[in-house]
């Protein structure tokens, strides 16, 4: 193959470049907001000390898990959104919009209940002292306060998701951008405001942190709601939707049937990270402390592919649902292509200001070092993180959701996991080698990812028939 033919088969023109860095550039500087905000809260947790900065690391840890199933939910049946707007059918956009109502409200009561009667249990989990850095019930006293005042924000979160999630299906993704911007802005200002106290405030700590939080979600919620029923002539799916929360069976079966192994996926492969995360504390709570550093950073550094990701599932959905297939497959390669290129700069980037971003926080010498190390393993692999997530939400946006759950949840489980866990329990190799032994796991992943991507078994209309 020629360099013109790779060129032509791998880059696009500006055209295309101007089409995808539309939907891409609001979604990358919401979640960079929103992870730039989440760096400041835990840099402000982490000036307070470091077992406020491990219990309130450990409880996000937990309902980062919620959160992936709530994502889940609103996936599963976005993959349907997307095809329905490419085909021009609004009524069966209003029907999804109403199925991720119904699925996140489920989830929403399903956490709650877990987190009131076993949070304190999960937080144990993490808990050991095997390096003389934090105390343990302390820790546990911080998280647990840090979980209560959380779980007041799990229903505007969910409810925010539900419409985000349908506003960026049909091509919306300013408003959400606009609404991630309002909801930061007013976290930020109360972190400073509650976590120290100033102003006359009462000097709140964790507690402080998690009532900015819970705040942050309610404006965001009511800025996604306020204009999406304001503005009903630009985007119909919203007129009506509920004057009947009913679903058509047969979409409910097929968003049932699709949707349940994506959302099933994201909550067992959160609930995988968390584990590796609880194998990885066997060595110390100064490893949860830089865990908790190098995964804030490296979000903040993640948002490209990230957003990529959700341009793949807009625009190769919408090209499936109008029967493109040929432009479909060849849209989607390139994005792949220019993820990857995007987070080869990322991931040098971040390897250079390394050391730069533990030394912000106030923790202990060891725990910098450790994070700092962690954010360069990272580093390494964030062109593969990038062609991982393409090929994830390729195989999603057509439908292939048993794929995507053997590719990524049944990997995590039946290779990641069990080999963290012997690593762990029966070696006494160092934290970093564990590590960095388990991630580099993912290349295996990126064989088979581009291999079922290149097969085309994802290119198909799902909803044709419906």
């Known amino acids: 193959?020629?360099?013109?033919?790779?060129?032509?088969?791998?880059?696009?023109?500006?055209?295309?470049?101007?089409?995808?860095?539309?939907?891409?550039?609001?979604?990358?500087?919401?979640?960079?907001?929103?992870?730039f905000v989440g760096l400041l809260d835990n840099i402000m947790v982490?000036?307070?000390?470091?077992?406020?900065?491990n219990g309130v690391a450990i409880v996000n840890q937990l309902l980062f898990v919620f959160n992936l199933c709530v994502w889940g939910a609103v996936s599963g049946a976005g993959i349907f959104t997307a095809q329905y707007?490419?085909?021009?059918?609004?009524?069966?956009?209003?029907?999804t919009f109403r199925a991720k109502l119904v699925l996140t409200s489920?989830?929403?009561?399903?956490?709650?209940?877990l987190f009131l009667t076993k949070g304190e249990w999960l937080i144990i989990r993490f808990l050991h002292e095997t390096d003389g850095v934090g105390n343990a019930e302390n820790t546990l006293y911080y998280g647990r306060a840090y979980l209560h005042v959380m779980l007041i924000g799990l229903i505007p979160f969910v409810i925010s998701q539900a419409y985000a999630n349908t506003l960026r299906d049909v091509g919306e993704t300013v408003l959400p951008m606009k609404a991630g911007i309002a909801a930061v802005v007013v976290n930020v200002a109360l972190n400073y405001i509650l976590i120290f106290g100033h102003f006359g405030a009462p000097r709140l700590g964790v507690v402080g942190a998690a009532a900015a939080t819970v705040v942050s979600r309610f404006v965001e919620m009511a800025v996604v709601v306020i204009w999406t029923q304001t503005h009903k002539e630009k985007h119909p799916f919203i007129v009506g939707a509920f004057s009947s929360l009913r679903i058509p069976s047969q979409l409910m079966r097929q968003i049932l049937i699709k949707g349940a192994p994506l959302a099933f996926n994201e909550g067992l492969w959160a609930l995988g990270v968390t584990m590796l995360n609880q194998n990885y504390s066997m060595r110390g709570l100064s490893v949860i402390a830089a865990l908790n550093i190098s995964s804030t950073i490296s979000n903040l550094f993640s948002v490209v592919y990230l957003a990529m990701g959700d341009a793949i599932a807009i625009i190769v959905g919408q090209l499936l649902g109008a029967q493109k297939m040929e432009e479909a497959k060849d849209t989607d390669r390139k994005m792949i292509c220019f993820s990857v290129l995007c987070c080869l700069v990322i991931g040098f980037t971040m390897s250079l200001f390394r050391n730069l971003f533990p030394a912000i926080y106030k923790t202990e010498p060891q725990v910098r070092s450790l994070a700092a190390d962690f954010i360069l393993i990272t580093s390494v692999m964030m062109p593969f993180?990038?062609?991982?997530?393409?090929c994830?939400?390729?195989?999603?946006?057509?439908?292939?959701?048993?794929?995507?759950?053997?590719?990524?949840?049944?990997?995590?489980?039946?290779?990641a996991v069990p080999c963290a866990y012997m690593l762990t329990h029966f070696t006494a190799l160092p934290i970093l080698a564990l590590y960095a032994i388990v991630q580099s796991l993912d290349f295996i992943k990126c064989i088979v990812g581009a291999v079922f991507v290149k097969k085309g078994v994802w290119l198909q209309n799902i909803v044709r028939e419906i």
């Open 1 to 35: 193959m020629t360099g013109q033919q790779i060129r032509k088969k791998y880059i696009g023109d500006r055209a295309f470049y101007q089409k995808v860095l539309f939907i891409v550039i609001p979604i990358i500087i919401q979640n960079a907001i929103t992870n």
């Open 385 to 390: 993180y990038a062609f991982l997530h393409g």
């Open 106 to 113: 489920v989830v929403a009561v399903v956490g709650m209940v």
């Open 392 to 415: 994830y939400f390729t195989l999603r946006t057509g439908g292939k959701t048993i794929v995507t759950f053997l590719f990524d949840s049944v990997f995590m489980w039946a290779l």
């Open 46 to 53: 982490g000036q307070v000390g470091t077992d406020q900065m």
């Open 85 to 95: 707007y490419g085909k021009g059918d609004h009524e069966g956009v209003r029907n």
